[in-house]
Structures are given as structure tokens and as C-alpha cells.
């Protein structure tokens, strides 16, 4: 199989999907490559969104294209799902400064926390491409990079334990379909949205075998944080994972991958 510029495996349409840039209604046309490369994207997106510019419909952007690099022979990284291009009419190829001098230092933040996976066209040597972004790790140290910027909770031995207790009422349940899942949680209303952000609110997520994917949280505070999730069957039982829910959350993106189905519950203390 011919490979993207990254090396990554190109024009299998197996490993691209269309999800939405966590807390927007963005999508790329053409989708991104599942897993944690993709899914760090899509952070680098949310970022973009909510701490560089307004991403607005979504006009504009692009993801998987099986194309050479333009004006080259070799594959474009978009041809693998590990490349965006963000506002193409806004930041044209060729041109410099299409972003200002606060939007670049806040684009090399976001950069950095991402560990150096992902490179800016900005930076090119050459011709410069503002609009493009794409991943220069392997998807391990992408895995790790995800890792890194999610909340403080670790999925598989969380550091909050939640207990689900007699005073605790499901404010929102969602069948997780058989395969691939993608879908938001929006803040309950009326009574109910009293519980959202309290100590008491939790997320549990139960598969009926092993779950694997992303809960990107919207917070009121710090933006968008994830967490990627792995829950898997011990002894049979029912993988499950529990969290307390961020102070100030607003909306859950779940990207997940379920084979054998599940459910996503939201429980809080009503007042």
C-alpha cells in the first residue's frame, strides 16, 4: 500500500471517518483517519476554534484527499487522513501573515501541547501553507500526546472513583450503536441542569465488551479537554468506566468505537 509523505498507509477509505471538531458543528470534508493521529487533530481543531479564530460552518476546511502534495509527486499527508487544512480562503497557499502576530503565538501553544506531533504549514522552509496542519509522529506518540492533553483523569484507574449512590438520577442515557460512534451530549434543562458540574455528576460509560475511543469535555473555564477511554471485559462482566464530570461542563463529544454496543449514562444530584 502506498504511503503519505509521513508514512503513514494512504488511500485505504477503511481507516478515514467524519466526525465533528468537538463542540462545533465542523467537519472536514473527505474525514480523517481514526484513531489517536486523527483524534489529536481533531483537538488541534477545537483549539483552533476557541483560542485562534471562529471556525464558523466549517466553510472552508478539508481533511482526506488522496492527492500528491501540489506542485509535487509524492502524497500528501492528507491522503493518509493526517492533515487539515483550516479556512483555506483565509489562509491561501503561498501566503504569509494570515494570521496575526497573537493568533501565531497562540497557534505555537497549541503546537507545543500537542508534544510536537503536528507541524503548521506556517513553518514550512519553502512555501509557506497557513491553512495546513498535519501530523510527523507515529501514531503511538500521538497516543501519548492525547493522553497528555485530557484532563487530569486516567481512564483505566480513574483518580476520582465515582460510587453511584440512592441520591444519584440519570439526567441522560444514550445507546452506544454496534461500531463506530459519534455523537454530543448536550446540557440537560430545566431541574435537572442543577446537577451538571456539582461533585456528584458523573459519566459512566458501560460496553458490553471492550470500548475504545474519546470523550472530548466542554468546560466554561479551560475549553475543550478530553479523555481518551479503553474499558475492556474482565472475567465477562461488562466493561465500565466511571469520572466525575469537570466543574462547568457544558457538552460531551463522544468518539467511540463499541463492537458489542453499550450505553452512556449522565447522573447528578437533582435540586
Not at 485562534?52 to 506542485?71: K, L, N, S
Request: aromatic share 8%; glycine share 14%; proline share 6%.
Amino acid at each position: 500500500m502506498a504511503s503519505s509523505q509521513n508514512g503513514y498507509p494512504a488511500g485505504d477509505r477503511s481507516l478515514i471517518h467524519n466526525p465533528r471538531v468537538p463542540g462545533t458543528s465542523i467537519t472536514f470534508p473527505g474525514g480523517l483517519r481514526r484513531g489517536p493521529t486523527g483524534d489529536l487533530l481533531l483537538w488541534v481543531a477545537a483549539q483552533l476554534h476557541h483560542r485562534v479564530e471562529d471556525g464558523g460552518t466549517g466553510y472552508g476546511m478539508w481533511g482526506y484527499a488522496y492527492r500528491a502534495i501540489r506542485g509535487a509527486t509524492s502524497l500528501s499527508n492528507h491522503a493518509s487522513g493526517t492533515a487539515i487544512d483550516w479556512h483555506a480562503p483565509r489562509h491561501p497557499l503561498g501566503k504569509s501573515g494570515t494570521f496575526n502576530a497573537a493568533q501565531v503565538r497562540e497557534i505555537r501553544k497549541i503546537l507545543a501541547e500537542a508534544g510536537g506531533c503536528i507541524r503548521w504549514g506556517g513553518d514550512y522552509t519553502g512555501r509557506k501553507d497557513e491553512m495546513h496542519f498535519e501530523a510527523v509522529a507515529s501514531e503511538a506518540a500521538c497516543a501519548r500526546a492525547l493522553a497528555a492533553v485530557s484532563g487530569s483523569t486516567t481512564p483505566e484507574q480513574p483518580a476520582r472513583p465515582a460510587t453511584p449512590g440512592d441520591d444519584l438520577v440519570i439526567l441522560d442515557k444514550t445507546f452506544l450503536a454496534v461500531g463506530h460512534n459519534d455523537f454530543r451530549l448536550t446540557v440537560p434543562v430545566g431541574t435537572a441542569s442543577a446537577a451538571w458540574g456539582l461533585s456528584t455528576a458523573v459519566l459512566s460509560i458501560v460496553g458490553n465488551g471492550p470500548v475504545t475511543g474519546t470523550v472530548y469535555v466542554q468546560d466554561d473555564k479551560r475549553g475543550i479537554v478530553n479523555w481518551p477511554i479503553k474499558v475492556t471485559n474482565a472475567g465477562g462482566i461488562c466493561a465500565r468506566f466511571w469520572d466525575y464530570l469537570p466543574n462547568g461542563t457544558t457538552q460531551l463529544g463522544i468518539v467511540l468505537d463499541a463492537p458489542n454496543g453499550g450505553t452512556v449514562t449522565i447522573e447528578g444530584k437533582a435540586k
